[in-house]
């Protein structure tokens, strides 16, 4: 019985971010057939096989996707949802760009010095709402809000003030990186010169510790008892305000190091020009994923995937690559919804095999959803 | 049980409400400091009647998201989506205004607004999705779809383009002629107090949109239904404590629900009047992320309509000096805080709160030494005013805030008993 | 079954009511008849269908088989607002307010057509308050109100709308005795008016005292009517677990003079200001020994455990637990310095609800073997003795890695019970470790308590529940006030000795 139980769980499981796909697929059909565009040539690009650059391309952005969306997840598991994500990975970057410029140490030494800066600096950022809400009670959803929007303006400040002008460039940048301190990438096909970034296995390397730390560690254990019951876990004895305060603080550090393999692989500066919103699709990644290591990095490869595959969209169709956004957003939804839905029945369920399984039916209370 | 939100938890009798004499006293006060501010330090700008009327054009979009906001939470959701709901409201009246007429614009902004309202309203009532969840999908969603329609809608047409529309005519605006020119004469003058008066009394006689009215028509409005019907009431219950309404026979679903899609509404008629007052076309980003700011301005004006206006007219203001080109009319405004954050601190002291006060004093005394010994302020840091007022609010008044009770908890029929 | 009354009389009638949760047979083949110008009591004990029962006749569940006349109408009740129509009106045992709202908003919500939401509905307000002695301001704050005024506004909530029928539900369970008193005064005056008033209760000796008839609930199903003139608490008892009690009396006393817990001047004073919490409490517990705490709900009970266990910054005072120190010390030292803790609200505090029962294990002993190992957990550790504690406690799952929220209230408190003790503590502190169980789970909870205390365990036991007290306790303490008053033997007490001892009466 247990085996068919497993069974049924695991199916549920799958069921739901399935059963959000297919919603999303018909949603933005139904949208591109509303604005008269050309569904079956849409669909036919996007869900064709990426060229061999295009295979780069998705490994790349699903590295930089897949950090954003640890950092968030690790909020998550402790019932924090840090919306900071955004401003605590530009934060960062500026100052390991900033770090990295000036090059105080040699090669690699001052690639580790400029990371661990931007570890800091992210810790520190998120800290902020962590103090804030452990001292004051501020829920940590707005003041994350607010301090993105602060991080963006002091960015933008310092920025002024950090960059170099480069004649006849109106792009105001850092520093750029020594060429000693950059990260190199590999080949994965010979046919193009494109590379893999270096650090896609910084982003290995973190996803393996965060599912190390949170589901191996008693350390993991007072993390997710605190998520899933505050009273509970105070009880217990942990003490909850140092959880939300560390688990804030990692959760930044973990966002310190979204903007590294960009700086370090590919842009090897800080400027006007830096990736943004990628905290908000880490959001997004991190919910898809249910925030499992694995299925995190699933989604973060269906998200580069839909954003490399919709590029020649406007070029071969004349079609907004815009589109896929909608089709991400609504993944988003229709996704926590299942799993919501499915959260619902898989109770139920348990709870009639618990039911029948002591043949007792009527001494069963107070199991509400 | 002493849990981590603890530090919010009700200290009785907060929050008493101002009564009218007071905020007018206030307001008399504020009057006269800002009068000698502008003497004292030069800045002609601080409230000259060109900043006034900006102001109140800065003003309306984040009070009317603030508004979007507060009428979501008093029914117990909350929306972080008002920033997407926003962003269609900007493109609902760009299409209407441009391809039908602005006052179709207007409707076009509402009904695409409260389109998202109505999605947030079926993920979190229906389905009981956590509320951030869902604002943070729809912020996702209507940015792609606004990008997406509005690169459908406007390429090709005159004055268009993939981000941006036409111009859009202009709704109806009116200026009192025999008012205006001799209050910009007092105005001139630069009288102390008196000139003053004027600059406000002009900045609501010229070149005034009928939009603008109606918008702030609505902050009364709201105030009265929410707070003087049965309408209200009963929404109102469902954010304080659904079980307790249901157990009365009202349908909580359905207010909960009424109360989002009028929220997305209010998001869209804000988005709209970015796109139609605060300037004449729709265009990508136009938003700017007002839809948080105004988030923080029902936050900072304690979830209700007189605060949030409040709020927003301080955001507005703030906003309007940064663009005007303000560097120095703030920094002329640095002074005014440091005046007040002493004072403030003193008034601590004096209520005996030992770490407030000395805190209060020594950011005042920052402040204060900051104006002394600099001549402007980068503009990039101004932007950063709603933010920080709003951190600095909840951090230091915490106490004092009331949000409504069951907000942002998820509620399922039957949770009555 | 009483069916001799004639129809008129009759203004509910329950005929085969049934209701099933997944899972769960919440009631069947209920038969009950209510007549005008009565109190009629439900009694049945913690979990037998009462309050699922009084939630369909409000309209708050649909019943799945069986039908309800009210004044001789077969009625469809399907929101609370069908069963306002109707003349029903109920008072929650959790009360339905909303603290941020007055109590006119409060009590004109939802019945606003009545008479609007303005001064007219203020002066109706204080017309009923006066008429029926309720003392209620409609202007004030709900949050500002004690425990007994809220409970008159829900009274005055169902009377504004002009309720026939009055359901309260477990009324007097968080109300001191004068206050009980006061409410019965009350029920009296409305049975006066030609209301019917339904009384749901487990207390039966308040049940003979104000009602005129009382129908027995038994696993959900309704057993007998009968006139509360003629039965006694005892038969009433019985009929209510369908066999004798279990009794909680512990044997001869394993009392020993190696002192266990010493806690002397603990003060735990008020955040909001004003009468400290806890004040200068002193007590003892030795090895082998139970000391009972009884005392109305809310006079510094939760406070007193939680500044034992760690869980209140700002107790002041000394606690000894053995040879060591603990004031200061953090929960988590407080546990692994050899306390257990079973907490009040098991659902909230005991255990993580949507985790395996195998973590549930951990919970509390994350620290400590065998669930760790080093810094990392050791699963089969945890789930071995996870295993041996579901057999050896009887907690009925089918397996540990069913989620706790699935077992019933009986078979979490026993995973709890059996946790706590895998800990080998030397203090245990239980509170209210049976209330919502089934009869069967209560009396293997007491057995383990009493088992542990023969083996030398000192045990601090809170307990509304005076009968639970009195048994298992080898001495019982009054706290009042956050202040812990006069010993009692429980050879000698009874319980309304206690009773006045807990209100500040003389005895």
């Known amino acids: 019985m247990m085996k068919s139980a497993q069974k049924t769980k695991i199916l549920l499981a799958i069921g739901a971010p399935v059963l959000a796909l297919v919603a999303a697929f018909l949603i933005t059909s139904l949208v591109l057939i509303l604005a008269g565009d050309d569904v079956g040539g849409v669909w036919g690009q996007i869900l064709s096989l990426p060229s061999d650059r295009g295979y780069v391309n998705i490994i790349n952005s699903a590295t930089v996707y897949y950090l954003s969306a640890v950092a968030v997840a690790i909020g998550f598991r402790m019932n924090l949802f840090n919306i900071g994500v955004d401003g605590q990975y530009r934060v960062a970057a500026f100052a390991a760009a900033v770090v990295a410029g000036e090059g105080w140490l040699p090669g690699y030494f001052n690639t580790a010095l400029a990371m661990l800066a931007a570890v800091l600096v992210g810790a520190a950022w998120a800290g902020i709402a962590g103090l804030l809400r452990v001292t004051r009670g501020v829920s940590e959803v707005i003041s994350t809000i607010m301090l993105n929007a602060i991080a963006t303006a002091l960015v ?53 510790t965060y599912w190390f730390v949170i589901n191996k560690t008693t350390f993991g254990f007072d993390l997710r008892a605190t998520g899933s019951s505050e009273t509970a876990a105070v009880a217990s004895g942990i003490n909850v305000k140092k959880m939300v305060v560390i688990s804030m603080l990692l959760s930044g550090g973990a966002a310190g190091l979204v903007g590294m393999p ?24 991190a919910l898809l994923g249910r925030n499992h290591p694995v299925g995190i990095a699933l989604g973060a490869l269906l998200f580069a995937f839909l954003d490399e595959q919709s590029n020649p969209l406007q070029i071969l169709l004349d079609v907004s690559p815009d589109i896929v956004k909608i089709t991400q957003g609504t993944i988003v939804l229709t996704v926590v919804i299942a799993y919501e839905v499915v959260r619902r029945y898989g109770l139920r369920l348990e709870q009639h095999r618990v039911a029948s399984a002591l043949g007792d039916e009527t001494t069963l209370k107070g199991a509400k959803a | 049980m002493s849990v981590v939100t603890d530090a919010v938890a009700a200290v009785p009798a907060a929050a008493k409400k101002l009564s009218y004499g007071w905020i007018m006293i206030w307001l008399a006060v504020g009057l006269v400091l800002f009068s000698a501010l502008r003497i004292v ?53 760009g299409f209407f205004g441009y391809f039908v007429d602005p006052w179709v614009g207007v409707l076009g902004a509402i009904a ?42 406007f390429t090709g047409e005159p004055g268009g383009g993939q981000t941006q529309s036409p111009t859009i005519k202009s709704l109806p605006s009116f200026t009192l002629g025999f008012l205006s020119d001799p209050l910009s004469d007092l105005e001139q003058k630069h009288w102390f107090v008196v000139s003053d008066l004027a600059a406000i009394a002009r900045a609501l006689v010229t070149n005034l949109s009928v939009l603008t009215i109606l918008c702030l028509l609505l902050f009364v409005l709201t105030w009265w239904s929410l707070w003087r019907t049965s309408f209200g009431l009963r929404l109102r219950s469902c954010g304080e404590s659904p079980a307790a309404a249901e157990s009365l026979g009202v349908n909580v679903i359905r207010y909960k629900f009424t109360a989002v899609v009028i929220s997305g509404g209010f998001a869209g008629l804000a988005g709209g009047f970015l796109a139609l007052v605060a300037s004449s076309t729709f265009r990508d980003g136009q938003t700017g ?11 900072f004006g304690n979830w209700r309509p007189g605060g949030l206006l409040a709020g927003a007219g301080l955001f507005g203001y703030t906003d309007t000096l940064r663009l005007r080109g303000g560097g120095e009319t703030i920094h002329g405004l640095l002074l005014l805080v440091a005046v007040g954050l002493i004072l403030m601190a003193i008034w601590q002291l004096r209520k005996g709160r030992r770490v407030a006060g000395p805190v209060t004093g020594a950011i005042g005394v920052v402040i204060g030494l900051w104006y002394f010994f600099s001549d402007s302020i980068p503009e990039d840091l101004t932007g950063m005013t709603p933010y920080v007022t709003t951190l600095l609010v909840l951090a230091l008044a915490s106490q004092r805030l009331r949000m409504p009770a069951a907000d942002g908890k998820p509620y399922r029929k039957g949770s009555a008993g | 079954m009483n069916t001799t009354s004639t129809s008129q009389d009759v203004v509910v009638r329950l005929r085969d009511i049934g209701k099933r949760f997944p899972g769960v047979v919440a009631n ?23 309050s699922t029962l009084m ?293 909230r505090h005991g255990l993580l609800l949507d985790a395996p029962l195998w973590e549930n294990r951990m919970l509390g002993h994350q620290t400590r073997k065998p669930n760790i190992n080093g810094p990392l957990i050791d699963r089969s550790g945890a789930r071995k003795d996870t295993q041996r504690i579901v057999e050896e406690y009887d907690v009925r799952s089918p397996g540990i890695d069913t989620l706790a929220r699935a077992l019933s209230g009986g078979n979490q408190q026993k995973l709890i019970v059996g946790r706590e003790m895998a800990g080998d503590p030397i203090l245990l502190i239980a509170s209210h470790p049976t209330r919502g169980v089934d009869v069967g789970a209560q009396a293997a909870i007491w057995n383990h308590i009493k088992r542990a205390r023969r083996e030398g365990l000192a045990v601090l036991l809170i307990s509304a529940d005076l009968d639970e007290l009195i048994g298992l306790s080898d001495s019982i303490r009054v706290i009042l006030r956050g202040r812990l008053g006069e010993t009692f033997d429980p050879a000698t007490v009874t319980p309304t000795m206690l009773g006045s001892a807990m209100t500040g009466a003389e005895a």
């Open chain 1, 156 to 208: 933008a400040y310092l920025l002024r003030k950090a960059a170099v002008k480069d004649t006849g460039s109106n792009i105001t940048a850092t520093k750029e990186v020594p060429e000693g301190s950059r990260v190199g990438g590999f080949k994965l096909f010979d046919s193009v010169p494109a590379t893999v970034y270096g650090l896609v296995f910084l982003a290995v390397a973190v996803g393996f």
């Open chain 1, 262 to 285: 960009l700086l370090f692989g590919n842009d090897y500066a800080y400027g006007s020009t830096f990736q943004s919103g990628l905290g908000f699709a880490g959001i997004a990644i």
């Open chain 2, 41 to 93: 330090t030069g800045a002609d700008d601080l409230d000259s009647s060109g900043t006034l009327r900006a102001t109140l054009v800065a003003a309306i979009p984040i009070g009317l998201a603030g508004l979007g906001g507060l009428w979501a939470e008093r029914a117990g959701i909350v929306n972080i989506g008002l920033e997407g709901m926003m962003i269609l409201g900007t493109f609902g009246a």
């Open chain 2, 112 to 153: 695409l607004g409260a389109i998202g309202g109505l999605i947030h309203a079926v993920a979190t009532v229906t389905f009981g999705v956590d509320h951030i969840v869902s604002g943070v999908a729809i912020n996702i969603i209507s940015l792609g779809a606004v990008q997406y329609l509005a690169a459908l809608a």
């Open chain 2, 289 to 299: 992320g007002r839809g948080y700011i105004g988030l923080a301005a029902m936050i």
């Open chain 3, 28 to 50: 069947h083949d209920v038969n009950i008849d209510i007549k005008r110008g009565t109190v009629h009591a439900i009694v049945g004990e913690n979990g037998a269908g009462k």
């Open chain 3, 55 to 347: 939630k369909i006749l409000y309209g708050v569940q649909k019943p799945d088989s069986g039908t309800i006349e009210v004044n001789g109408q077969q009625v469809s009740l399907s929101s609370p607002a069908d069963a306002i129509a109707v003349g029903v009106g109920m008072v929650f045992q959790h009360f339905m307010l909303a603290d941020n709202l007055s109590v006119l908003e409060n009590v004109v919500l939802g019945a606003e057509k009545l008479h609007g939401i303005g001064d007219a509905a203020r002066a109706k307000i204080t017309e009923i308050s006066d008429a029926y002695g309720l003392g209620i301001e409609p202007d004030r704050l709900v949050e500002e109100l004690g425990v007994g005024a809220r409970q008159r506004v829900e009274i005055l909530k169902v009377l504004y709308r002009g309720a026939s029928i009055v359901i309260l539900d477990e009324p007097t369970a968080v109300l001191v005795p004068q206050e009980v008193d006061e409410l019965f005064g009350n029920l009296r005056g409305l049975k006066a008016e030609g209301l019917a008033v339904i009384f749901i209760s487990h207390k039966l000796d308040e049940v003979l005292s104000v009602a005129d008839e009382v129908t027995v609930i038994r696993r959900g199903a309704t057993v007998d009517t009968v006139a509360a003139s003629s039965v006694s608490s005892k038969q009433l008892a019985e009929m209510m677990v369908g066999s004798e009690l279990p009794d909680p009396s512990t044997e001869t006393s394993t009392v020993t003079d190696r002192v266990i817990l010493e806690v002397r001047d603990l003060t735990l004073p008020s955040p909001a200001g004003g009468r400290d919490l806890l004040h200068d409490i002193d007590l003892v517990i030795h090895s082998g020994e139970i000391l009972g705490i009884a005392g109305v709900e809310g006079n510094g009970q939760a406070e007193l455990v939680e500044a034992i266990m760690g869980m209140r910054p700002g107790a002041s005072g000394s606690i000894r637990l053995g040879d060591q120190d603990l004031a200061g010390r953090s929960t988590r030292d407080r546990r692994e310095a050899g306390i257990g803790y079973i907490p009040e609200d098991r659902q």
